[in-house]
């Protein structure tokens, strides 16, 4: 996939440097695929977070039409804002949103309520932060047994999130958008609660697996396997992985010799499917 940078200079046309909605710089993502504005009260970028908010925790009612009419009459400017804003029954918002949204307004006010515990993955995926979905954030908290929220900060390097599927480049895009959208993150904290990532217990706890090399069983279904016993699943040769299923464990393939060198089972995927059906 090209990135915007390779396509402007392919086309020969210079990048938008400001915001066509309210004049303030825009910022090129480190993987230069997206384009920000820099002002974090800019209407565009604050309908398109939440939105995007409501879409990760399945808020169906209030999509982006409806925020930005909302917004327009000065409601919910920021994601911790809506829930304050929604929490307080008395407010100006909820009597001017029932006169313009009727019951819909109702319905809105009902969902949000009704998807207020999610987990620390989930939280920061609903954030909009370019780049970073639920899937990586998850492999950042399992990677290095992160807690809690403030978990997150405890170093104030951009590199600090590299790990088995997050490079340099997604490192640095969650480091930035964890300080960018910190005070809001920690206003919107004081309205939902936090839960466990699901956990499975299973005789594959604590174990990690890699597949690799052409197998007659789908890798998507040996992935799946792992999951339901309680496992994990990696997408590279690291130290912290326990056994690399490969279909010749005698292989002098890159991964092989890696795992080697680490000390790393190698093991066929009968002996997978014997272990997981003894």
């Known amino acids: 996939m090209s990135t915007i940078k390779e396509l402007s200079e392919q086309h020969n046309w210079n990048l938008p440097t400001v915001c066509p909605v309210c004049g303030s710089s825009l910022n090129l993502s ?18 398109g977070t939440i939105a995007k908010w409501c879409s990760v925790h399945g808020i169906k009612e209030l999509g982006l039409t409806t925020i930005k009419k909302i917004q327009e009459r000065g409601f919910c400017s920021s994601i911790s804002a809506m829930y ?47 780049g970073i979905g639920e899937k990586q954030v998850q492999k950042v908290i399992d990677f290095y047994s992160v807690k809690d929220f403030n978990g997150l900060f405890w170093s104030d390097s951009s590199q600090r999130f590299v790990c088995d599927g997050i490079g340099t480049v997604l490192s640095q895009l969650l480091s930035v958008g964890l300080e960018m959208n910190k005070a809001d993150m920690l206003e919107t904290i004081k309205h939902i609660s936090f839960v466990k990532q699901d956990s499975v217990k299973g005789i594959l706890n604590g174990m990690s697996f890699c597949f690799t090399g052409a197998m007659e069983y789908k890798r998507k279904d040996l992935q799946d396997m792992v999951l339901a016993n309680g496992g994990t699943n990696l997408d590279s040769v690291t130290k912290n992985l326990t056994y690399l299923v490969i279909a010749d464990p005698n292989s ?18 009968q002996q997978f499917m014997e272990m997981i059906h003894d």
């Open 30 to 47: 480190p993987n230069h695929m997206h384009l920000t504005c820099t002002n974090e009260f800019c209407p565009s970028r604050t309908s």
């Open 84 to 130: 304050v804003q929604v929490d307080n029954p008395s407010s100006e918002c909820h009597r001017v949103m029932s006169t313009v949204l009727g019951k819909n307004w109702l319905n809105i006010v009902n969902e949000i309520n009704t998807h207020r515990e999610m987990t620390l993955a989930k939280f920061i995926a609903g954030y909009n932060i370019p």
């Open 252 to 269: 002098t393939s890159g991964k092989a010799k890696k795992a080697r060198e680490l000390g790393i089972n190698l093991i066929s995927p």
